[in-house]
Protein backbone atom coordinates (compact mmCIF):
# COMPACT_ATOMS: atom_id res chain seq x y z
CA UNK A 1 0.00 0.00 0.00
CA UNK A 2 2.94 2.04 0.71
CA UNK A 3 4.32 1.69 -2.70
CA UNK A 4 1.30 3.30 -4.25
CA UNK A 5 1.38 6.02 -2.49
CA UNK A 6 4.75 6.58 -3.10
CA UNK A 7 3.94 6.34 -6.68
CA UNK A 8 1.27 8.77 -6.79
CA UNK A 9 3.11 11.37 -5.03
CA UNK A 10 6.28 10.83 -5.99
CA UNK A 11 6.49 13.65 -8.84
CA UNK A 12 5.06 16.26 -6.82
CA UNK A 13 7.18 16.07 -3.90
CA UNK A 14 10.23 16.07 -6.57
CA UNK A 15 8.73 19.23 -8.40
CA UNK A 16 7.96 21.06 -4.56
CA UNK A 17 11.52 20.24 -4.46
CA UNK A 18 12.81 21.62 -8.05
CA UNK A 19 10.33 24.77 -7.08
CA UNK A 20 11.97 25.31 -3.46
CA UNK A 21 15.47 25.24 -4.71
CA UNK A 22 15.20 27.07 -7.75
CA UNK A 23 13.45 30.17 -5.88
CA UNK A 24 15.74 30.05 -3.20
CA UNK A 25 18.99 29.91 -4.89
CA UNK A 26 17.39 32.37 -7.28
CA UNK A 27 17.56 30.54 -10.76
CA UNK A 28 14.19 32.07 -11.20
CA UNK A 29 12.93 35.74 -9.89
CA UNK A 30 12.07 35.06 -6.52
CA UNK A 31 9.69 38.02 -7.54
CA UNK A 32 7.97 36.45 -10.07
CA UNK A 33 8.10 33.07 -8.34
CA UNK A 34 8.24 32.30 -4.49
CA UNK A 35 9.78 29.90 -2.89
CA UNK A 36 6.76 26.92 -1.64
CA UNK A 37 7.99 27.55 1.93
CA UNK A 38 6.91 31.31 1.99
CA UNK A 39 3.64 29.87 0.21
CA UNK A 40 2.45 28.36 2.44
CA UNK A 41 3.80 30.29 4.96
CA UNK A 42 1.42 32.91 3.51
CA UNK A 43 -1.64 30.47 3.77
CA UNK A 44 -1.33 30.40 7.18
CA UNK A 45 -0.55 34.28 7.27
CA UNK A 46 -4.07 34.73 5.27
CA UNK A 47 -6.06 31.48 7.69
CA UNK A 48 -4.69 32.87 10.89
CA UNK A 49 -5.46 36.82 10.45
CA UNK A 50 -8.91 35.35 9.81
CA UNK A 51 -9.61 36.94 6.06
CA UNK A 52 -9.19 33.20 4.57
CA UNK A 53 -12.09 31.82 5.75
CA UNK A 54 -14.55 34.83 5.01
CA UNK A 55 -13.75 34.45 1.79
CA UNK A 56 -12.94 30.76 1.52
CA UNK A 57 -17.17 30.81 2.81
CA UNK A 58 -18.24 33.41 0.20
CA UNK A 59 -16.78 31.54 -2.42
CA UNK A 60 -18.37 28.24 -1.68
CA UNK A 61 -21.63 30.06 -1.39
CA UNK A 62 -21.86 31.44 -4.30
CA UNK A 63 -20.04 28.44 -6.06
CA UNK A 64 -22.71 25.92 -4.48
CA UNK A 65 -26.00 27.63 -4.53
CA UNK A 66 -24.88 28.29 -8.26
CA UNK A 67 -24.38 24.60 -8.46
CA UNK A 68 -27.13 23.64 -6.57
CA UNK A 69 -29.67 25.58 -8.80
CA UNK A 70 -28.54 24.01 -12.05
CA UNK A 71 -29.09 20.79 -10.35
CA UNK A 72 -32.77 21.42 -9.94
CA UNK A 73 -33.16 23.36 -12.83
CA UNK A 74 -31.05 20.94 -15.32
CA UNK A 75 -32.50 17.23 -14.09
CA UNK A 76 -35.90 17.58 -14.46
CA UNK A 77 -35.60 19.28 -17.73
CA UNK A 78 -33.29 16.55 -18.73
CA UNK A 79 -35.84 14.11 -17.64
CA UNK A 80 -38.54 16.22 -19.40
CA UNK A 81 -36.98 16.28 -22.89
CA UNK A 82 -34.92 12.97 -22.51
CA UNK A 83 -37.87 10.70 -23.44
CA UNK A 84 -41.46 11.72 -24.11
CA UNK A 85 -42.07 13.89 -26.74
CA UNK A 86 -40.13 13.03 -29.94
CA UNK A 87 -41.32 16.24 -31.98
CA UNK A 88 -40.48 18.91 -29.38
CA UNK A 89 -36.49 16.88 -29.56
CA UNK A 90 -36.39 17.48 -33.16
CA UNK A 91 -37.21 21.02 -32.68
CA UNK A 92 -35.74 21.73 -29.28
CA UNK A 93 -32.10 20.52 -30.20
CA UNK A 94 -31.08 22.92 -32.61
CA UNK A 95 -31.72 25.27 -30.23
CA UNK A 96 -30.18 23.92 -27.23
CA UNK A 97 -26.97 23.40 -29.40
CA UNK A 98 -27.13 27.25 -29.47
CA UNK A 99 -27.70 28.28 -26.45
CA UNK A 100 -25.07 25.97 -25.16
CA UNK A 101 -22.73 27.76 -27.00
CA UNK A 102 -23.16 30.53 -25.42
CA UNK A 103 -20.08 31.80 -23.76
CA UNK A 104 -20.87 32.64 -19.81
CA UNK A 105 -18.46 35.96 -20.12
CA UNK A 106 -20.55 37.32 -23.24
CA UNK A 107 -24.01 36.13 -20.85
CA UNK A 108 -22.02 38.12 -18.12
CA UNK A 109 -21.97 41.15 -19.68
CA UNK A 110 -25.99 41.06 -20.23
CA UNK A 111 -26.79 40.14 -17.03
CA UNK A 112 -24.85 42.69 -15.53
CA UNK A 113 -26.97 45.38 -17.13
CA UNK A 114 -29.91 43.45 -15.95
CA UNK A 115 -28.80 42.28 -12.37
CA UNK A 116 -25.87 44.86 -11.56
CA UNK A 117 -23.22 43.78 -9.81
CA UNK A 118 -25.01 41.86 -7.24
CA UNK A 119 -24.46 38.33 -6.15
CA UNK A 120 -27.25 37.36 -7.96
CA UNK A 121 -24.85 37.95 -10.77
CA UNK A 122 -22.49 35.48 -10.36
CA UNK A 123 -24.68 33.02 -9.12
CA UNK A 124 -26.85 33.26 -12.27
CA UNK A 125 -23.53 32.61 -14.02
CA UNK A 126 -22.37 30.10 -12.30
CA UNK A 127 -25.61 28.22 -12.76
CA UNK A 128 -25.72 28.91 -16.32
CA UNK A 129 -22.40 27.23 -16.96
CA UNK A 130 -23.04 24.56 -15.03
CA UNK A 131 -26.39 23.71 -16.34
CA UNK A 132 -24.89 22.32 -19.78
CA UNK A 133 -23.39 19.14 -18.48
CA UNK A 134 -26.13 18.23 -15.95
CA UNK A 135 -28.74 18.33 -18.98
CA UNK A 136 -26.84 16.97 -21.86
CA UNK A 137 -25.83 13.56 -19.66
CA UNK A 138 -29.30 13.68 -18.24
CA UNK A 139 -30.84 13.18 -21.50
CA UNK A 140 -27.95 10.73 -22.34
CA UNK A 141 -28.71 8.95 -19.71
CA UNK A 142 -32.38 8.83 -20.65
CA UNK A 143 -31.44 7.72 -24.44
CA UNK A 144 -29.19 4.70 -23.07
CA UNK A 145 -32.06 3.02 -20.75
CA UNK A 146 -33.44 -0.20 -23.33
CA UNK A 147 -36.90 -0.18 -23.89
CA UNK A 148 -36.99 -3.38 -23.43
CA UNK A 149 -36.83 -2.40 -20.01
CA UNK A 150 -39.99 -0.13 -20.48
CA UNK A 151 -42.13 -2.85 -21.63
CA UNK A 152 -41.04 -5.20 -19.08
CA UNK A 153 -42.45 -2.72 -16.47
CA UNK A 154 -45.63 -1.78 -18.47
CA UNK A 155 -46.19 -5.70 -18.16
CA UNK A 156 -45.81 -5.34 -14.61
CA UNK A 157 -48.41 -3.30 -14.72
CA UNK A 158 -46.34 -0.40 -13.28
CA UNK A 159 -47.95 2.97 -13.50
CA UNK A 160 -46.41 6.63 -14.29
CA UNK A 161 -44.59 7.33 -11.02
CA UNK A 162 -43.21 3.62 -10.64
CA UNK A 163 -41.95 3.42 -14.16
CA UNK A 164 -40.30 7.09 -12.88
CA UNK A 165 -39.05 5.70 -9.65
CA UNK A 166 -37.98 1.87 -10.62
CA UNK A 167 -36.76 1.99 -13.59
CA UNK A 168 -35.52 5.82 -14.98
CA UNK A 169 -33.96 6.95 -11.74
CA UNK A 170 -31.86 3.81 -11.23
CA UNK A 171 -30.72 3.75 -14.91
CA UNK A 172 -29.67 7.22 -15.47
CA UNK A 173 -28.19 7.69 -11.80
CA UNK A 174 -24.61 6.88 -13.54
CA UNK A 175 -25.09 9.79 -15.96
CA UNK A 176 -26.55 12.25 -13.59
CA UNK A 177 -23.56 11.55 -11.38
CA UNK A 178 -20.93 11.87 -14.16
CA UNK A 179 -22.46 14.96 -15.29
CA UNK A 180 -22.94 16.62 -11.90
CA UNK A 181 -19.40 15.56 -10.97
CA UNK A 182 -18.32 17.88 -14.20
CA UNK A 183 -20.50 20.64 -13.17
CA UNK A 184 -18.91 20.87 -9.83
CA UNK A 185 -15.53 21.45 -11.75
CA UNK A 186 -17.30 24.24 -14.20
CA UNK A 187 -18.33 25.69 -11.18
CA UNK A 188 -15.37 26.52 -9.92
CA UNK A 189 -13.72 27.50 -12.48
CA UNK A 190 -16.32 30.06 -13.35
CA UNK A 191 -16.36 31.27 -10.00
CA UNK A 192 -12.51 32.47 -10.01
CA UNK A 193 -13.58 34.19 -13.08
CA UNK A 194 -17.19 35.98 -11.72
CA UNK A 195 -15.31 37.18 -8.98
CA UNK A 196 -12.38 38.34 -10.96
CA UNK A 197 -14.80 40.68 -12.89
CA UNK A 198 -16.36 43.41 -10.74
CA UNK A 199 -16.57 41.87 -6.70
CA UNK A 200 -15.06 43.26 -3.52
CA UNK A 201 -14.87 39.82 -1.67
CA UNK A 202 -14.01 36.21 -2.59
CA UNK A 203 -11.38 34.23 -3.35
CA UNK A 204 -11.00 35.36 -7.01
CA UNK A 205 -11.06 38.68 -6.39
CA UNK A 206 -8.10 38.12 -3.53
CA UNK A 207 -5.92 37.34 -6.65
CA UNK A 208 -6.97 40.25 -8.39
CA UNK A 209 -6.69 42.32 -5.23
CA UNK A 210 -3.13 40.66 -4.33
CA UNK A 211 -2.09 40.86 -8.03
CA UNK A 212 -2.54 45.33 -8.06
CA UNK A 213 -0.51 44.97 -4.97
CA UNK A 214 2.21 43.17 -6.55
CA UNK A 215 1.93 40.16 -3.82
CA UNK A 216 2.83 37.79 -5.85
CA UNK A 217 3.47 35.21 -2.96
CA UNK A 218 -0.64 35.88 -1.94
CA UNK A 219 -1.17 34.89 -5.66
CA UNK A 220 0.63 31.36 -5.25
CA UNK A 221 -1.30 30.85 -1.87
CA UNK A 222 -4.75 31.46 -3.45
CA UNK A 223 -4.15 29.67 -6.02
CA UNK A 224 -3.09 26.70 -4.01
CA UNK A 225 -5.85 26.87 -1.59
CA UNK A 226 -8.27 26.98 -4.57
CA UNK A 227 -6.52 23.93 -5.92
CA UNK A 228 -7.06 22.27 -2.53
CA UNK A 229 -10.83 23.26 -2.44
CA UNK A 230 -11.87 21.85 -6.12
CA UNK A 231 -9.45 18.61 -4.95
CA UNK A 232 -11.93 18.12 -1.80
CA UNK A 233 -15.40 18.89 -3.43
CA UNK A 234 -14.20 16.40 -6.00
CA UNK A 235 -13.20 13.74 -3.66
CA UNK A 236 -16.55 14.48 -1.51
CA UNK A 237 -18.61 13.60 -5.13
CA UNK A 238 -16.57 10.73 -5.91
CA UNK A 239 -17.68 9.72 -1.98
CA UNK A 240 -20.78 10.29 -2.66
CA UNK A 241 -21.10 8.74 -5.65
CA UNK A 242 -19.44 5.01 -3.96
CA UNK A 243 -22.32 5.26 -1.32
CA UNK A 244 -25.16 6.55 -3.81
CA UNK A 245 -24.27 4.67 -6.94
CA UNK A 246 -23.23 0.91 -7.02
CA UNK A 247 -19.77 1.20 -7.97
CA UNK A 248 -19.27 -1.48 -10.11
CA UNK A 249 -18.09 0.97 -12.89
CA UNK A 250 -15.74 3.59 -10.96
CA UNK A 251 -12.23 2.42 -11.72
CA UNK A 252 -13.22 3.11 -15.87
CA UNK A 253 -14.73 6.16 -14.79
CA UNK A 254 -11.65 7.85 -13.03
CA UNK A 255 -9.18 6.23 -15.10
CA UNK A 256 -10.12 8.40 -18.01
CA UNK A 257 -11.17 11.01 -16.10
CA UNK B 1 -24.97 8.51 -55.03
CA UNK B 2 -28.80 7.92 -55.02
CA UNK B 3 -30.43 11.77 -55.43
CA UNK B 4 -32.52 13.19 -52.65
CA UNK B 5 -34.94 15.06 -52.69
CA UNK B 6 -34.02 17.85 -50.51
CA UNK B 7 -36.64 17.11 -47.75
CA UNK B 8 -38.35 20.94 -47.07
CA UNK B 9 -40.90 20.46 -44.34
CA UNK B 10 -38.24 18.40 -42.17
CA UNK B 11 -35.73 21.34 -42.06
CA UNK B 12 -38.16 23.76 -41.83
CA UNK B 13 -39.98 21.77 -38.79
CA UNK B 14 -36.46 21.37 -37.18
CA UNK B 15 -35.11 25.12 -36.99
CA UNK B 16 -38.80 26.17 -36.13
CA UNK B 17 -37.04 26.67 -32.95
CA UNK B 18 -34.02 29.00 -33.70
CA UNK B 19 -36.67 31.07 -36.05
CA UNK B 20 -39.31 31.32 -33.40
CA UNK B 21 -36.21 32.52 -31.31
CA UNK B 22 -35.22 34.82 -33.69
CA UNK B 23 -38.42 36.16 -34.07
CA UNK B 24 -39.12 36.86 -30.47
CA UNK B 25 -35.56 38.38 -30.34
CA UNK B 26 -37.40 40.85 -32.37
CA UNK B 27 -40.42 41.44 -31.63
CA UNK B 28 -40.01 41.61 -27.78
CA UNK B 29 -38.13 44.49 -27.50
CA UNK B 30 -40.31 46.42 -29.79
CA UNK B 31 -42.78 46.01 -28.29
CA UNK B 32 -41.08 46.59 -24.93
CA UNK B 33 -42.42 43.62 -22.96
CA UNK B 34 -38.39 43.30 -22.49
CA UNK B 35 -36.45 46.76 -21.76
CA UNK B 36 -35.22 47.95 -25.30
CA UNK B 37 -32.77 49.74 -23.33
CA UNK B 38 -31.10 46.61 -22.28
CA UNK B 39 -32.28 44.03 -24.59
CA UNK B 40 -32.24 45.85 -28.13
CA UNK B 41 -34.19 44.13 -31.16
CA UNK B 42 -32.70 41.88 -33.63
CA UNK B 43 -32.61 44.43 -36.23
CA UNK B 44 -30.82 47.07 -34.27
CA UNK B 45 -28.03 44.95 -33.46
CA UNK B 46 -28.12 43.66 -37.23
CA UNK B 47 -27.23 47.56 -37.77
CA UNK B 48 -24.46 47.50 -35.25
CA UNK B 49 -22.98 44.45 -36.48
CA UNK B 50 -22.89 46.34 -40.15
CA UNK B 51 -21.15 49.62 -38.66
CA UNK B 52 -18.28 47.48 -36.90
CA UNK B 53 -18.33 45.51 -40.04
CA UNK B 54 -17.64 48.54 -42.39
CA UNK B 55 -13.90 49.77 -42.74
CA UNK B 56 -12.96 46.07 -41.88
CA UNK B 57 -12.35 46.82 -38.03
CA UNK B 58 -14.99 43.40 -37.50
CA UNK B 59 -12.69 41.41 -39.66
CA UNK B 60 -9.54 42.83 -38.08
CA UNK B 61 -10.86 41.88 -34.45
CA UNK B 62 -12.30 38.17 -35.75
CA UNK B 63 -9.21 37.39 -37.00
CA UNK B 64 -6.88 38.15 -34.57
CA UNK B 65 -9.19 36.61 -31.88
CA UNK B 66 -8.33 33.40 -34.37
CA UNK B 67 -5.09 33.54 -35.23
CA UNK B 68 -3.81 33.83 -31.16
CA UNK B 69 -6.21 30.62 -30.65
CA UNK B 70 -4.84 29.17 -33.37
CA UNK B 71 -1.23 29.94 -31.89
CA UNK B 72 -1.69 29.07 -28.89
CA UNK B 73 -3.45 25.87 -30.21
CA UNK B 74 -0.39 24.74 -32.48
CA UNK B 75 2.35 24.99 -29.58
CA UNK B 76 -0.11 23.16 -27.33
CA UNK B 77 -0.36 20.29 -29.95
CA UNK B 78 3.59 20.42 -30.43
CA UNK B 79 4.03 20.28 -27.15
CA UNK B 80 1.96 17.34 -25.84
CA UNK B 81 1.02 15.23 -28.55
CA UNK B 82 4.74 14.46 -28.94
CA UNK B 83 5.51 14.04 -25.17
CA UNK B 84 2.12 12.23 -24.96
CA UNK B 85 2.52 9.53 -27.89
CA UNK B 86 6.54 9.44 -26.25
CA UNK B 87 5.40 8.95 -22.89
CA UNK B 88 2.49 6.33 -23.30
CA UNK B 89 4.61 4.18 -25.66
CA UNK B 90 8.12 3.90 -24.53
CA UNK B 91 7.95 4.75 -21.06
CA UNK B 92 5.04 3.59 -20.05
CA UNK B 93 6.21 3.37 -16.01
CA UNK B 94 6.90 6.88 -16.01
CA UNK B 95 3.68 8.47 -17.21
CA UNK B 96 2.00 6.19 -13.92
CA UNK B 97 4.08 8.30 -12.06
CA UNK B 98 3.62 11.49 -13.76
CA UNK B 99 0.05 10.85 -14.25
CA UNK B 100 -1.12 12.84 -10.75
CA UNK B 101 1.29 15.35 -11.05
CA UNK B 102 0.00 16.44 -14.73
CA UNK B 103 -3.93 15.63 -12.89
CA UNK B 104 -2.97 18.41 -10.33
CA UNK B 105 -1.27 20.84 -12.80
CA UNK B 106 -4.19 20.28 -15.40
CA UNK B 107 -6.92 21.15 -12.26
CA UNK B 108 -5.17 24.45 -11.48
CA UNK B 109 -7.48 26.75 -12.43
CA UNK B 110 -6.29 28.88 -15.33
CA UNK B 111 -7.89 32.22 -14.11
CA UNK B 112 -5.70 32.03 -10.87
CA UNK B 113 -2.50 31.64 -13.59
CA UNK B 114 -3.42 34.53 -15.41
CA UNK B 115 -1.80 37.12 -12.88
CA UNK B 116 1.52 34.82 -13.55
CA UNK B 117 1.01 34.72 -16.77
CA UNK B 118 0.86 38.47 -17.39
CA UNK B 119 3.78 39.02 -15.00
CA UNK B 120 6.38 36.90 -17.38
CA UNK B 121 5.22 37.85 -20.66
CA UNK B 122 3.60 40.93 -19.90
CA UNK B 123 0.52 42.79 -21.43
CA UNK B 124 0.25 41.71 -24.85
CA UNK B 125 0.58 38.89 -27.49
CA UNK B 126 2.35 36.94 -25.17
CA UNK B 127 0.67 36.17 -22.32
CA UNK B 128 -2.79 35.49 -24.08
CA UNK B 129 -1.10 32.69 -26.55
CA UNK B 130 0.97 31.81 -23.27
CA UNK B 131 -2.42 31.22 -21.42
CA UNK B 132 -4.17 29.57 -24.35
CA UNK B 133 -1.22 27.07 -24.46
CA UNK B 134 -1.45 26.16 -21.27
CA UNK B 135 -4.83 25.63 -21.55
CA UNK B 136 -5.26 23.71 -24.04
CA UNK B 137 -1.95 21.24 -22.91
CA UNK B 138 -3.81 19.16 -20.72
CA UNK B 139 -7.22 17.94 -22.58
CA UNK B 140 -4.88 17.47 -25.62
CA UNK B 141 -2.36 15.41 -23.51
CA UNK B 142 -4.74 13.49 -21.80
CA UNK B 143 -6.67 12.00 -24.94
CA UNK B 144 -3.01 11.75 -26.67
CA UNK B 145 -1.89 9.55 -24.19
CA UNK B 146 -5.49 7.53 -24.38
CA UNK B 147 -5.47 6.95 -27.54
CA UNK B 148 -1.89 5.77 -27.58
CA UNK B 149 -2.74 2.95 -24.92
CA UNK B 150 -5.77 2.19 -26.16
CA UNK B 151 -4.28 1.06 -29.78
CA UNK B 152 -4.75 -2.62 -30.25
CA UNK B 153 -1.60 -4.72 -29.50
CA UNK B 154 -2.39 -7.19 -31.98
CA UNK B 155 -2.08 -4.21 -34.69
CA UNK B 156 1.13 -3.48 -33.29
CA UNK B 157 2.32 -7.11 -33.60
CA UNK B 158 1.46 -7.75 -37.05
CA UNK B 159 3.18 -4.67 -37.68
CA UNK B 160 6.29 -6.01 -36.11
CA UNK B 161 6.10 -9.69 -37.67
CA UNK B 162 6.26 -7.96 -41.06
CA UNK B 163 9.52 -6.24 -40.43
CA UNK B 164 8.52 -3.08 -40.29
CA UNK B 165 10.82 -0.09 -38.92
CA UNK B 166 10.06 1.27 -35.57
CA UNK B 167 9.30 4.93 -37.76
CA UNK B 168 7.03 2.92 -39.71
CA UNK B 169 5.05 1.15 -36.97
CA UNK B 170 4.63 4.58 -35.57
CA UNK B 171 3.65 6.11 -38.69
CA UNK B 172 1.24 3.58 -40.13
CA UNK B 173 0.12 2.20 -37.30
CA UNK B 174 -0.02 3.91 -33.91
CA UNK B 175 -0.57 7.36 -35.37
CA UNK B 176 -3.56 6.87 -37.25
CA UNK B 177 -5.22 4.29 -34.67
CA UNK B 178 -4.83 7.12 -32.11
CA UNK B 179 -5.78 9.34 -34.45
CA UNK B 180 -9.73 9.46 -32.83
CA UNK B 181 -8.11 10.45 -29.62
CA UNK B 182 -5.68 13.42 -30.62
CA UNK B 183 -8.72 14.80 -32.69
CA UNK B 184 -10.84 14.52 -29.68
CA UNK B 185 -8.54 15.76 -27.29
CA UNK B 186 -7.67 18.56 -29.98
CA UNK B 187 -11.55 19.40 -30.15
CA UNK B 188 -12.16 19.91 -26.59
CA UNK B 189 -8.70 21.78 -26.91
CA UNK B 190 -10.22 24.13 -29.70
CA UNK B 191 -13.51 24.65 -27.59
CA UNK B 192 -11.67 25.83 -23.86
CA UNK B 193 -8.99 28.02 -26.08
CA UNK B 194 -11.89 29.93 -27.81
CA UNK B 195 -13.33 30.44 -23.93
CA UNK B 196 -10.18 31.50 -22.06
CA UNK B 197 -8.93 33.81 -25.12
CA UNK B 198 -12.52 35.69 -24.72
CA UNK B 199 -11.43 36.16 -21.06
CA UNK B 200 -7.72 37.04 -21.53
CA UNK B 201 -8.91 39.82 -24.03
CA UNK B 202 -11.43 41.24 -21.46
CA UNK B 203 -8.56 41.74 -19.58
CA UNK B 204 -6.22 43.59 -21.39
CA UNK B 205 -6.07 44.28 -25.04
CA UNK B 206 -7.37 46.69 -27.52
CA UNK B 207 -8.59 44.05 -30.33
CA UNK B 208 -9.91 41.01 -30.55
CA UNK B 209 -13.58 40.22 -29.95
CA UNK B 210 -13.30 39.65 -26.05
CA UNK B 211 -11.99 43.10 -26.05
CA UNK B 212 -14.32 44.31 -28.40
CA UNK B 213 -17.20 43.16 -25.86
CA UNK B 214 -15.18 44.76 -22.84
CA UNK B 215 -14.64 47.94 -24.82
CA UNK B 216 -18.69 48.17 -25.78
CA UNK B 217 -19.70 47.30 -22.48
CA UNK B 218 -17.31 49.80 -21.02
CA UNK B 219 -18.67 52.92 -22.86
CA UNK B 220 -22.49 51.37 -22.41
CA UNK B 221 -23.17 51.30 -26.16
CA UNK B 222 -25.56 48.19 -26.04
CA UNK B 223 -25.81 47.26 -29.80
CA UNK B 224 -22.33 47.01 -30.41
CA UNK B 225 -21.96 45.35 -27.11
CA UNK B 226 -24.61 42.76 -28.30
CA UNK B 227 -23.37 42.67 -31.93
CA UNK B 228 -19.82 41.66 -30.50
CA UNK B 229 -21.73 39.01 -28.25
CA UNK B 230 -23.41 37.67 -31.57
CA UNK B 231 -20.56 37.81 -33.23
CA UNK B 232 -18.80 35.20 -30.47
CA UNK B 233 -21.44 33.07 -30.48
CA UNK B 234 -21.76 32.70 -34.16
CA UNK B 235 -18.06 31.88 -34.19
CA UNK B 236 -18.64 29.33 -32.13
CA UNK B 237 -20.89 27.68 -33.63
CA UNK B 238 -19.43 27.94 -36.92
CA UNK B 239 -16.24 26.34 -35.53
CA UNK B 240 -18.24 23.25 -33.45
CA UNK B 241 -19.80 22.53 -36.57
CA UNK B 242 -16.32 22.98 -38.81
CA UNK B 243 -14.69 20.73 -36.29
CA UNK B 244 -17.77 17.84 -36.08
CA UNK B 245 -17.71 18.06 -40.51
CA UNK B 246 -13.83 17.23 -39.78
CA UNK B 247 -14.44 14.53 -37.37
CA UNK B 248 -17.24 13.22 -39.55
CA UNK B 249 -15.19 12.64 -42.47
CA UNK B 250 -12.03 11.53 -41.08
CA UNK B 251 -13.18 8.71 -39.09
CA UNK B 252 -15.62 7.97 -41.82
CA UNK B 253 -16.27 4.51 -39.99
CA UNK B 254 -18.20 5.71 -37.39
CA UNK B 255 -22.00 6.29 -36.22
CA UNK B 256 -22.47 10.35 -35.08
CA UNK B 257 -25.10 10.64 -32.15
CA UNK B 258 -26.89 14.26 -31.74
CA UNK B 259 -27.76 14.50 -28.07
CA UNK B 260 -30.81 13.19 -28.64
CA UNK B 261 -28.72 10.00 -29.19
CA UNK B 262 -30.37 9.28 -32.61
CA UNK B 263 -28.06 7.73 -35.33
CA UNK B 264 -27.27 11.40 -37.68
CA UNK B 265 -26.02 9.57 -40.65
CA UNK B 266 -28.32 10.22 -43.26
CA UNK B 267 -26.16 9.94 -46.25
CA UNK B 268 -22.59 8.42 -47.26
CA UNK B 269 -19.93 10.29 -46.18
CA UNK B 270 -16.62 10.96 -48.54
CA UNK B 271 -13.48 9.48 -46.62
CA UNK B 272 -10.98 12.03 -46.60
CA UNK B 273 -7.41 12.04 -49.07
CA UNK B 274 -4.33 13.38 -49.58
CA UNK B 275 -5.63 16.41 -50.69
CA UNK B 276 -7.94 17.19 -48.42
CA UNK B 277 -5.05 17.15 -45.88
CA UNK B 278 -3.24 19.67 -47.87
CA UNK B 279 -6.22 21.84 -47.74
CA UNK B 280 -6.43 21.73 -44.93
CA UNK B 281 -3.12 22.75 -43.97
CA UNK B 282 -3.17 25.76 -46.79
CA UNK B 283 -6.18 27.28 -44.85
CA UNK B 284 -4.20 27.08 -41.23
CA UNK B 285 -1.23 28.62 -43.02
CA UNK B 286 -3.15 31.42 -45.13
CA UNK B 287 -5.69 31.96 -41.41
CA UNK B 288 -2.02 32.61 -39.60
CA UNK B 289 -0.72 34.70 -42.21
CA UNK B 290 -3.71 37.26 -42.75
CA UNK B 291 -3.67 37.06 -38.61
CA UNK B 292 -0.68 38.29 -38.33
CA UNK B 293 -1.13 40.80 -40.91
CA UNK B 294 -4.12 42.12 -39.00
CA UNK B 295 -2.53 42.07 -35.91
CA UNK B 296 0.40 44.58 -36.99
CA UNK B 297 -2.37 46.56 -38.14
CA UNK B 298 -4.37 46.67 -34.97
CA UNK B 299 -1.38 47.28 -33.25
CA UNK B 300 -0.13 50.31 -35.67
CA UNK B 301 -3.97 51.71 -35.65
CA UNK B 302 -3.90 51.75 -31.52
CA UNK B 303 -0.84 53.92 -31.44
CA UNK B 304 -2.01 56.25 -34.33
CA UNK B 305 -6.02 56.50 -33.52
CA UNK B 306 -7.56 57.82 -36.51
CA UNK B 307 -10.26 60.43 -36.09
CA UNK B 308 -12.54 59.48 -38.71
CA UNK B 309 -12.74 56.50 -36.33
CA UNK B 310 -13.66 58.75 -33.77
CA UNK B 311 -16.04 60.14 -35.55
CA UNK B 312 -18.09 56.87 -36.68
CA UNK B 313 -18.58 56.01 -32.97
CA UNK B 314 -19.85 59.29 -31.95
CA UNK B 315 -22.72 58.83 -34.72
CA UNK B 316 -23.92 55.35 -33.24
CA UNK B 317 -23.77 56.78 -29.84
CA UNK B 318 -26.31 59.78 -30.69
CA UNK B 319 -28.59 56.63 -32.16
Redesign the interface.
Known sequence: MFKKII??????LA?LVIWETASQLEWVNPM?IPPFSKVVTTIWELFSKGQLISHISISLYRALSGFFAAIIIAVPLGFL??GWFR?I??????????FS???P??LF??I???LGLSEATKITIITWTCIWPIM?ST??GM??IHPIIFKAGRCFGLNRLNIFLKIILPATAPSIFTGIRLSLGYS??ML??AE??GCESGL?WL??N??ENYQ?HK??A??VV??II??LLDSVMQWIERRVIRAENIEVLNA?A | MPIRKFDYKYYA??????FA?LILWEVLPRLNVLDNQ??PSLSQTLMALVSIAEGGELFTHIMVSIWRALAGLIFASAISVPLGVVLSRYYPNSL???N??FR?LA???P???M??F???FGIGEDAKIAIVTWVCLWPILFHTT?GVKTVDPILVKTALSTGASEVSILRKVIFPASLHGIFEGIRIAVEMS??ML??AE?IGATAGL?AL??NS?MNTQ?PR??AA?AT??LL??LL?KILIYLQKRMFFWKEEQ????EPQQKEEVKPFTQESYIIIAVVLAAILFVGILQVQKAAYEENNPRNKHKQHTNMIHAD
Do not use: C, W
Not at chain 1, 7 to 12: A, L, M, P, W, Y
Not at chain 2, 13 to 18: A, D, K, L, V
Open positions: EKSIVIFFLGKEIVLEPVLDLQFNFVHILLFFIGKSMFIAMMGILSQIVFVSIAGVE | FRFSGIFFINLFPFLQVNFSLPVILFTFFIAMGLHAIMYSIVGVNDIFG
